[in-house]
């Protein structure tokens, strides 16, 4: 692997082993404030840091690890590192990648069967799909998430897989309710499309030949209109954001500001 370097963005060496591992810290707030740093780390799994990746993430004082992976992933990948001090829990969400039959067709390698299930807009369309049915259906998972984070105190880890789906509508959570406005929260959850910090599939879990590589990219990226769609369900299901806090998650006006004392400057 490369040779670890500073990362001016994040203000932490950028990690080897750990994909798409990042502070939200100074992210601006439509009051005039920032997102303060080293509080709320966004990334991929924990389970192949290399040790210069441990001794980093050892030295963040990290409290909480919370893990969004289903048993499968979790089985997959590893259970991922816990840092000295740190509590893990484990708070499966929906991913937009995983339908009963979905790797099954996928590594059965049929161009024709895998152009059915994903060409024409469908892989597109599947993940939207999932973008907004994980807002309502996983609202109690969301729920816990937020109150770990008061409970358990911050620093906090909150990740997924690759970093970018289930964690970046967890992030895009918790950055709304600390008054982060919409265009910035997509521009933060679009970096996970950078070369550097871009999902790579796990090569016994796919083999991503060329003639299929076209059709499986929406599940590669993150795209604007997957999290719109999500960041719509939190304003029209519940009749707006502050019903989808207080009546979807149970996390009222009260637990909002506690959370935005820990999180915002100032």
Request: glycine share 10%.
């Amino acid at each position: 692997m490369g040779q670890q370097h500073a990362d001016a963005e994040d203000g932490i060496a950028a990690l080897e082993g750990v994909r798409n591992f990042r502070d939200i810290g100074g992210l601006p707030t439509a009051d005039g404030r920032r997102i303060r740093a080293g509080r709320y780390y966004r990334s991929g799994h924990l389970a192949k840091p290399t040790d210069a990746d441990r001794k980093v993430l050892d030295g963040l004082g990290i409290r909480l690890i919370v893990d969004l992976r289903s048993p499968a992933d979790i089985e997959l990948d590893g259970a991922g590192h816990v840092p000295d001090g740190a509590r893990r829990i484990n708070l499966p969400m929906t991913d937009p990648a995983r339908h009963s039959d979905f790797w099954a067709d996928i590594k059965g390698g049929d161009p024709v069967v895998i152009r059915d299930r994903l060409g024409d807009g469908k892989a597109e369309a599947m993940i939207g799909r999932d973008y907004r049915d994980q807002v309502v259906s996983r609202r109690d998972n969301h729920a816990a998430l937020l109150d770990a984070l008061l409970a358990d105190g911050l620093p906090a880890v909150v990740h997924c897989s690759a970093g970018k789906d289930r964690a970046g509508i967890a992030a895009a959570l918790v950055q709304r309710i600390c008054g982060v406005p919409d265009a910035e929260i997509v521009a933060n959850y679009l970096e996970s499309n950078d070369p550097a910090k871009r999902y790579a599939p796990n090569a016994d879990k796919v083999a991503m030949r060329p003639e299929i590589a076209e059709l499986f990219a929406p599940f590669l990226e993150v795209r604007e209109e997957y999290l719109r769609g999500a960041l719509e369900v939190m304003d029209i299901h519940w009749g707006g954001f502050d019903a989808y806090l207080a009546e979807g998650l149970g996390f009222g006006s009260e637990k909002q500001a506690q959370l935005r004392a820990l999180m915002v400057e100032g």
